[in-house]
């Protein structure tokens, strides 16, 4: 059911290409072209178009910053995107809007759905070198993770936030999970949290379980079957529904975490930090624990990316946009006022000079644990808000006590291997490869 729901909805949209004259198709999985849009001279007066998942006022933060370097306007059309959204019509829209714009910013799980629609177009490895050239190499991990589908440079990342131990008072060393358990309880009293709001609490497991399993991740390689019920898995959840026992009733966000610790409500915890945080009180920031810079390291499935339209009547203007929008001159409020924007590219001398202000402890880490190479597949799968949003549905359930750790993961397993069956999987086999960077 669907594959024809899919085709259906791809058909639609072919005629309503054809009908405004656009060269798409949508042939499923076939190679995409490698050529690119073709340069075009820029007109000040002719705004670049961009759809932008996000609201109404990071739109406006984009546009006033880009006002401040250059006067060609901008036309930003918001996409709202709850986290763990799973209404199919949402994708739709995305995937509607960015046939209408030069630019689009989206999350790292709408890959394979903007591939496979071919709404945007890859750029060459001589485009992506440029634009590094100019403006600064990016951090191993978002190059590898973000930047790359199906060994082709698809976007540039626009943020990548990781997890991270917080505290202000002396961290012990923290080797396991167990030690961090004892840390919360005993050290801390239970003053402490980590992301585990609803549409946080998915992500807060696979990191978790990210830092402990060292081989595979989250299906088998041949027959694409859920393995996250499996012993390693099961072991991450009862130790952080072990530890979530200790932690205040209210459920946080990572902000919101980094918000209490601030006031002194909280005097530890897990969580990211504002990248305006450099004056605030001083906290310290280190790995989470049996972490290091050889683990493999797991993106945040809604961390953002920019890509080229497969529409785009401006592609010379929107490359430059591209570049400048991850970390130019001028585009430093975006990453002091959207909270998902972060630095994710080692800054040019230039800029350096030319905006002198001094890291925070976080934007300090964060850049060094950016630095891993190896880093696992987020959930870069058609329909992939829903396999979250069951993730997320059944973590909580089970730090609520209303499940245990293995049933719960049981569920999230077969219910996963359902939507498989009716997305196809030999199709989401073939996403889950490109996420890795193979061809399918």
């Not at 005629?15 to 073709?38: D, M, V």
């Not at 990548?160 to 358990?181: G, I, K, M």
């Not at 490359?319 to 909270?339: C, F, H, N, V, Y």
């Amino acid at each position: 059911m669907a594959e024809s729901r899919h085709a259906i909805q791809l058909n639609r949209r072919q005629l309503l290409a054809t009908a405004t004259g656009a060269a798409l198709t949508f042939s499923g999985c076939t190679p995409r072209p490698e050529a690119e849009p073709q340069p075009t001279t820029s007109r000040s007066d002719v705004p670049i178009r961009i759809a932008m998942v996000g609201t109404s006022e990071e739109a406006d933060i984009v546009s006033r910053s880009w006002s401040s370097i250059d006067e060609q306007p901008l036309a930003i059309t918001p996409v709202p995107l709850a986290r763990g959204n799973t209404e199919r019509q949402t994708m739709d829209r995305l995937i509607a809007e960015t046939s209408k714009s030069d630019l689009v910013i989206y999350p790292l799980l709408a890959v394979p759905e903007l591939v496979h629609a071919e709404a945007i177009v890859p750029i060459s490895e001589d485009q992506f070198e440029a634009m590094q050239t100019e403006t600064g190499e990016l951090y191993s991990a978002v190059r590898n993770g973000a930047a790359r589908y199906a060994d082709e440079f698809i976007g540039m990342p626009l943020g990548a936030n990781q997890p991270a131990l917080l505290s202000t008072a002396e961290v012990p060393p923290l080797a396991s999970w167990d030690d961090y358990d004892r840390w919360v309880s005993k050290d801390l009293g239970g003053k402490a949290n980590e992301p585990l709001a609803e549409g946080w609490a998915a992500s807060m497991f696979l990191w978790r379980a990210a830092s402990t399993i060292s081989q595979g991740w989250l299906f088998s390689r041949n027959d694409f079957k859920p393995t996250l019920n499996e012993e390693a898995y099961v072991d991450a959840l009862q130790q952080m529904i072990k530890t979530a026992a200790h932690y205040p009733e209210q459920r946080q966000t990572p902000a919101e975490i980094w918000g209490s610790i601030q006031s002194g409500d909280l005097m530890g915890g897990i969580g990211f930090a504002k990248n305006s945080s450099a004056d605030e009180a001083e906290v310290g920031v280190s790995n989470l624990p049996g972490t290091d810079d050889k683990n493999r390291l797991l993106l945040d499935p809604y961390s953002p990316v920019i890509s080229l339209s497969a529409m785009c009547r401006q592609s010379a203007v929107s490359k430059r946009l591209m570049d400048w929008i991850t970390g130019g001159d001028g585009s430093e409020a975006i990453r002091r006022q959207i909270s998902s924007v972060t630095t994710t590219r080692a800054m040019v001398q230039s800029e350096i000079a030319a905006e002198p202000r001094r890291q925070s402890a976080y934007e300090t880490w964060l850049t060094q644990r950016l630095r891993t190479p190896v880093t696992l597949p987020p959930l870069q799968l058609f329909d992939a808000g829903e396999y979250y949003s069951v993730l997320d549905s059944a973590i909580l359930e089970a730090i609520d006590g209303k499940i245990k750790a293995k049933p719960a993961l049981d569920r999230v397993a077969k219910q996963w291997d359902a939507i498989t069956e009716r997305v196809g999987r030999e199709k989401q086999l073939s996403a889950w490869r490109r996420a890795q960077g193979l061809r399918a």
